[in-house]
């Protein structure tokens, strides 16, 4: 497969679109790829072309970050790769200030990222949740000094409020501070509420949305029926107890997704997982997909998600059995409404083609 590089929201950071998670790297969780399986992952990423790492520095109580360091730096690809990694959670038991968004956290959280990494810099740092109690004001200030310190390049929102999102938004632009470039939300068939607000957001303020979850921890990838659930294994089932809302995906809806998405992989000869990656990656607003795999074959197979093109009949029966209820306020701004605001007439933005793509291919032209 080719990949393709993009801008990544109204930054010039160029990104895949196609990102490779690391939460799998170490088995500390109960899940996930050993270290020859995990070099085997990268290995198998940036011989297909991509240049885009995610990771975090909860992620496998560390071990994510620093054998995503010592991969990138075996293979010398430092200046080439992109990396992602996010700050917010507390490892430290009985200290309140190893987590969260306050400033003294979070230059804590970047030096211990830097050194696991083994890199002088992150090309992006991402708080990870919102943690209810810090402002925009403390959090924007405390990243753009990062960004000026040579410490990170860009800065993004992960897990947030889009109303705090926004309001981050308005800080930087007002007080000349870098930028929110990207919004690290979980998207999927079987999650399309970000829809709501955060693609709006996105697409107006210069925010590309990273999409995390794409399969939904496993449930859009096949492996999963549900008759079968039990035998199946995997993440969902390991953690099928949990109180984390990221992981309660077992719904009479999720099933209807499920089963919708078996004939529409079927009709176009194509693997569940690969449809429904292809299906979140060419969404609205949406620069990047978080791919993440355990095993060598699970990633080459989601490496060739964007090697077709659904067709538009086969789209709109996706979005049908996927469509969310649209709740309160939203609900008004459907064209039930609209059109009383319009007097009943068509009134649209701008024409088709006034915001032309842009894409630049062609032949290297320098000299060799």
Same mark, same amino acid.
């Given at each position: 497969?080719?990949?393709?590089?993009?801008?990544?929201?109204?930054?010039?950071?160029?990104?895949?679109?196609?990102?490779?998670?690391?939460?799998?790297?170490?088995?500390?969780?109960?899940?996930?790829?050993?270290?020859?399986?995990?070099?085997?992952?990268?290995?198998?990423?940036?011989?297909?072309?991509?240049?885009?790492? %995610?990771?975090?520095?909860?992620?496998?109580?560390?071990?994510?970050?620093?054998?995503?360091?010592?991969?990138?730096?075996?293979?010398?690809?430092?200046?080439?790769?992109?990396?992602?990694?996010?700050?917010?959670?507390?490892?430290?038991?009985?200290?309140?200030?190893?987590?969260?968004?306050?400033?003294?956290?979070?230059?804590?959280?970047?030096?211990?990222?830097?050194?696991?990494?083994?890199?002088?810099?992150?090309?992006?740092?991402?708080?990870?949740?919102?943690?209810?109690?810090?402002?925009?004001?403390?959090?924007?200030?405390?990243? %753009? %000094?990062?960004?000026?310190?040579?410490?990170?390049?860009?800065?993004?929102?992960?897990?947030?409020?889009?109303?705090?999102?926004?309001? !981050?938004?308005?800080?930087?632009?007002?007080?000349?501070?870098?930028?929110?470039?990207?919004?690290?939300?979980?998207?999927?068939?079987?999650?399309?509420?970000?829809?709501?607000?955060?693609?709006?957001?996105?697409?107006?303020?210069?925010?590309?949305?990273?999409?995390?979850?794409?399969?939904?921890?496993?449930?859009?990838?096949?492996?999963?029926?549900?008759?079968?659930?039990?035998?199946?294994?995997?993440?969902?089932?390991?953690?099928?107890?949990?109180?984390?809302?990221?992981?309660?995906?077992?719904?009479?809806?999720?099933?209807?997704?499920?089963?919708?998405?078996?004939?529409?992989?079927?009709?176009?000869?194509?693997?569940?997982?690969?449809? !429904?990656?292809?299906?979140?990656?060419?969404?609205?607003?949406?620069?990047?997909?978080?791919?993440?795999?355990?095993?060598?074959?699970?990633?080459?197979?989601?490496?060739?998600?964007?090697?077709?093109?659904?067709?538009?009949?086969?789209?709109?029966?996706?979005?049908?059995?996927?469509?969310?209820?649209?709740?309160?306020?939203?609900?008004?701004?459907?064209?039930?409404?609209?059109?009383?605001?319009?007097?009943?007439?068509?009134?649209?933005?701008?024409?088709?083609?006034?915001?032309? %793509?842009?894409?630049?291919?062609?032949?290297?032209?320098?000299?060799?």
């Amino acid at each position: 497969m080719t990949m393709s590089y993009y801008t990544l929201g109204n930054s010039g950071l160029r990104v895949t679109r196609l990102a490779l998670g690391t939460m799998t790297f170490g088995t500390e969780w109960g899940w996930g790829a050993d270290k020859q399986t995990a070099r085997a992952l990268v290995d198998a990423y940036v011989e297909a072309g991509g240049n885009f790492f %995610d990771t975090a520095d909860a992620y496998t109580g560390g071990t994510s970050e620093t054998w995503l360091g010592e991969f990138i730096a075996e293979r010398g690809l430092r200046d080439k790769a992109v990396i992602s990694t996010k700050f917010s959670m507390n490892l430290e038991q009985g200290n309140p200030n190893a987590g969260g968004n306050g400033r003294k956290n979070i230059i804590r959280a970047v030096e211990s990222s830097l050194k696991r990494l083994g890199t002088d810099y992150i090309d992006l740092y991402i708080l990870h949740a919102w943690d209810r109690l810090t402002s925009p004001e403390e959090v924007m200030r405390t990243l %753009d %000094d990062l960004v000026r310190a040579g410490k990170i390049r860009h800065v993004g929102l992960s897990d947030v409020p889009a109303w705090y999102a926004s309001r !981050a938004q308005s800080v930087a632009e007002q007080r000349g501070y870098e930028p929110v470039s990207a919004l690290q939300l979980e998207y999927s068939l079987a999650e399309r509420n970000i829809e709501h607000e955060f693609v709006p957001f996105g697409t107006r303020y210069g925010s590309g949305i990273m999409v995390w979850s794409p399969l939904a921890s496993g449930l859009l990838s096949g492996k999963y029926r549900s008759d079968t659930i039990s035998k199946a294994g995997g993440r969902l089932e390991t953690m099928r107890g949990s109180t984390n809302p990221g992981f309660q995906k077992f719904t009479d809806r999720n099933w209807a997704v499920v089963a919708e998405l078996e004939k529409v992989a079927g009709e176009l000869g194509r693997g569940m997982a690969q449809i !429904a990656l292809n299906w979140a990656a060419t969404r609205p607003g949406v620069a990047s997909v978080i791919i993440g795999a355990t095993r060598l074959d699970q990633l080459k197979d989601n490496l060739g998600a964007l090697d077709f093109e659904i067709p538009l009949e086969l789209l709109a029966r996706l979005d049908a059995v996927s469509r969310s209820v649209t709740p309160f306020p939203y609900s008004f701004f459907g064209p039930e409404i609209q059109c009383g605001l319009t007097g009943g007439q068509a009134v649209g933005g701008k024409p088709a083609g006034y915001f032309p %793509d842009l894409l630049m291919k062609g032949t290297f032209a320098g000299v060799s």
